[in-house]
């Protein structure tokens, strides 16, 4: 069965550094997500992109995120000058069509700010 | 505003029992759709099932059912004869027909299932 993933697992960073995270949603899906679960606690929403450009951002998606799709298969989530309260886990979704198909989530990258 | 409640935090069963995971939603759209996901200790997403707004009929599936009812804006899910791999947390979501889709997750309820 297809399946999202995300690269990488783990990733461990300075406070201030920039950081992207990696996802190649499942082929023939068209819209893509960011998540985000801060350790315990629910996930959230980050963003939501579809025909090459956001088409929602929630309030936690301020200036320092970014989200791009280099090419045809990769969406990237990349956090400018990272915080320490930036350190989640970051979920990747993608799904076919809209709200009435279910989105499938990638493993997931644990981010860490040192 | 879209909200989802999963009041029970946590829930510990004995091996074979039933338990009842419930789950209110808030939601203005007429036409949006409910989810349920399992987040198991391993920590990924696993999505269970969806259901419509204008779609009240019950599933089961195997051992997992939910019963959703308009009415009182619930959409409650049951695992018959619990086993310990069932153990995990179990997260409520929702998702309106417009904007960007985005899925509003409950707080989620761990499910401790014990021998």
């Known amino acids: 069965e297809p399946e999202v993933t995300q690269t990488p697992s783990h990733q461990v960073t300075q406070m201030g550094q920039e950081v992207i995270l990696r996802c190649v949603p499942i082929?023939?899906?068209?819209?893509f997500y960011w998540y985000r679960q801060i350790l315990g606690q629910k996930v959230e929403f980050l963003v939501s992109?579809?025909?090459?450009?956001?088409?929602?951002k929630s309030e936690i998606f301020d200036d320092q995120f970014s989200v791009e799709r280099p090419d045809g298969s990769n969406f990237t989530l990349k956090i400018r000058s990272t915080k320490l309260e930036d350190s989640a886990m970051y979920f990747c979704?993608?799904?076919?069509?809209?709200?009435?198909?279910?989105?499938?989530f990638g493993d997931g990258t644990r981010l860490s700010i040192l | 505003a879209q909200k989802v409640t999963q009041a029970q935090t946590e829930i510990s069963v004995v091996e074979k029992e039933d338990v009842t995971l419930d789950c209110v939603y808030e939601?203005?759209?007429?036409?949006?759709?409910l989810f349920w996901y399992k987040q198991p200790p391993s920590g990924e997403l696993v999505f269970l099932i969806r259901?419509?707004?204008?779609?009240?009929q019950n599933e089961i599936s195997g051992r997992y059912s939910w019963n959703f009812q308009k009415s009182t804006s619930s959409f409650n899910f049951t695992i018959t004869a619990s086993q310990v791999v069932d153990s995990a947390v179990y997260f409520c979501?929702?998702?309106?027909?417009?904007?960007?889709?985005?899925?509003?997750f409950g707080t989620g309820t761990q499910l401790k299932v014990e021998l």
């Open positions: 979704a993608s799904s076919l069509y809209r709200a009435q198909e279910p989105q499938h």
């Open positions: 082929s023939n899906h068209l819209y």
């Open positions: 992109f579809y025909n090459n450009e956001i088409s929602e």
């Open positions: 939601t203005r759209d007429t036409t949006y759709y």
């Open positions: 259901r419509n707004s204008f779609d009240e």
């Open positions: 979501a929702l998702s309106g027909a417009g904007g960007g889709n985005k899925l509003t």
